[in-house]
Nanobody, 131 residues
Framework: QVQPVESGGGLVQAGDSLRLSCAAA?????????MGWFRQAPGMEREFVAA????????????YYEGSVEGRFTISRDNAKNIVYLQMNSLRPDDTAIYYC???????????????????WGQGTQVTVSS
């Protein structure tokens, strides 16, 4: 079992950057987990942002992005520290949301963008981007 804990949210202006962190202590090796970031804006459904695959996957450490954040956001992981990061650049007001970190034990063939694939969720961290 793993319990993700997010940090790094805040209030920024359009064009600024933020880096979110997700610490996920576990008795199992952190590198065995697929890690994802999702977000939920007020009145909207939770949506996929980015994911990074487990080390044992065919393309271990491969990254996936939702279209509107590709080129602006970067997901990365430090398996030695049990942390996954989301570097967010060129932030826009429509990036405003609660950002959630999610984890699931890696397996072949999973759909990284589907929230139901993830078993463990953090409490979320608020990101607000003003215009």
């Amino acid at each position: 079992q793993v319990q993700p804990v997010e940090s790094g949210g805040g209030l920024v202006q359009a064009g600024d950057s933020l880096r979110l962190s997700c610490a996920a202590a576990s008795g199992r090796s952190f590198s065995d987990y697929n890690m994802g970031w999702f977000r939920q804006a007020p009145g909207m459904e939770r949506e996929f942002v980015a994911a990074i695959s487990w080390t044992g996957d065919i393309d271990g450490g491969r990254t996936y992005y939702e279209g509107s954040v590709e080129g602006r956001f970067t997901i990365s992981r430090d398996n030695a520290k049990n942390i996954v990061y989301l570097q967010m650049n060129s932030l826009r007001p429509d990036d405003t949301a609660i950002y959630y970190c999610a984890a699931t034990v890696g397996r072949y063939g999973m759909s990284y963008a589907r929230s139901f694939e993830y078993n463990y969720w953090g409490q979320g961290t608020q990101v607000t981007v003003s215009s």
